[in-house]
């Protein structure tokens, strides 16, 4: 079997998706899900201009060896867009394999090691009365585990948080929609939410937040200290990760269990979080992480240290990703939770899917290879549309993380 050709297919139905598509001259294909938000056409140009024409031709069985021959052989190793764009293509070479065995995905990985996969949703509000009541609605829904984000009382829009929908898509179309952030009264602030929350929630569902990058060490010690009572499931990215030490002090001073690694590309970004026991989750997901081949190595390494999968599932990375992380989460032994934060009825049009999803639990399905295809004349109906990001800025207008 020889690879013939390879296409990359860019469509917005609602936020936009890159999907790269490998055929082969037998006639079988797979697919893959190569998605930056908000920096989308990087990776287009990455694999239409680079990778593409080095896989013309070869044998797309050997995923080990090409995997290693675009990781190794670009000589620029790392970052979200190359290793975007590996996954994009381990993940269709994975689905091509799985379907040549004539088998799904996570029987090709060992088979499944539960029968169905525990997801959480999100819940936010601005007021904590409407955090209360969006984490009521899904646990009537039946999500056994949920993220709670809250609005801070004098900001206008946070993380998760947005006063005037109709004018952040406006702005997105143009530049990144700027917001305003204080850590003080972040601080303040949150403990009130999650208190309330298992005032109202008791103790059957598990609560979960993210700080999204925006804390110092000791401040995300402290948040985590505080949030001790109300025995969260986690708290994730607390701090930005590029000082993985920073995590020891953390670590020093709570409980809370620790979540990290959605934007991380390799396993050296989680090497020393892992060896040094200072998460308890890592997050990475088979789209900016090297696709099977990537994020099955980091969580063989992770199971070693009682380190638990959390695979990042926002609405921003295709139903493509989300099947092959139902494999993967399906098989892997040291499994924690998936996220889940759905997609829009165009995006589950676009993407025809064996993977469901019921109550809290999601399960890939029984069709081989990772069960997810594209509808190429769907996609044509959503061209890409620009879109990026918020920014993030400190009341004094100092640039701070998003
Ligand atoms: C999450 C994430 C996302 C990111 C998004 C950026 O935990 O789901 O933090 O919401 O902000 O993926 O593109
Ligand atoms: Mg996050």
Known sequence: MKIKEIR????SPGRNFVTVKIITDEGLYGIGDATVN???????????????????????????????????GAYWRRGPITMAAISGVDMALWDIKAKAANMPLYQLLGGASRGRIMCYAHAQGRTIAEVVEAVQEKREQGFAAIRAQAGVPGFESIYGIRKDKKKLTTLAKALPVEEVWSTSEYLRHIPKVFEKLRDVVGWNTHLLHDAHHRLTPIEAA???KELEPFRLFWLEDAVPAELPEGYRLVRQHTTT???????????????QLIEEQLIDYI??????????????????????????????????????TMGTNLHIDLWVPNFGI?????????????????????????????????????????????????????????????????
Request: hydrophobic share 40%; proline share 6%; net charge negative.
């Open 8 to 11: 990359v297919i860019v469509a």
């Open 38 to 72: 908000g920096r989308e056409k990087a990776v287009v140009a990455y694999l239409e201009d680079h990778v593409a024409p080095c896989l013309i031709g070869r044998d797309p069985m050997q995923i080990e060896d090409i995997w290693q021959y675009l990781y190794r």
């Open 222 to 224: 402290r948040l985590g």
């Open 257 to 271: 269990p620790i979540a990290l690694g959605e934007i991380f590309n390799t396993i050296w970004d989680a090497r």
């Open 283 to 320: 997050r990475t997901t088979s789209v900016h992480a090297g696709g099977v081949t990537g994020l099955r190595r980091i969580f063989d390494f992770a199971s070693i240290y009682h380190v638990r999968t959390a695979c990042h599932g926002p609405t921003d990375v295709s139903p493509v």
């Open 338 to 402: 998936q996220e889940y934060s759905g997609y829009r009825e165009a995006t589950h049009e676009m993407f025809p899917h064996a993977w469901s999803w019921k109550g809290g639990y999601l399960h890939p399905g029984e069709a081989i290879g990772h069960g997810v295809d594209i509808d190429e004349a769907v996609a044509e109906k959503y061209p890409y549309k620009r879109a990026y990001l918020p920014v993030n800025r400190l009341e004094d207008g100092t640039l701070w993380h998003w």
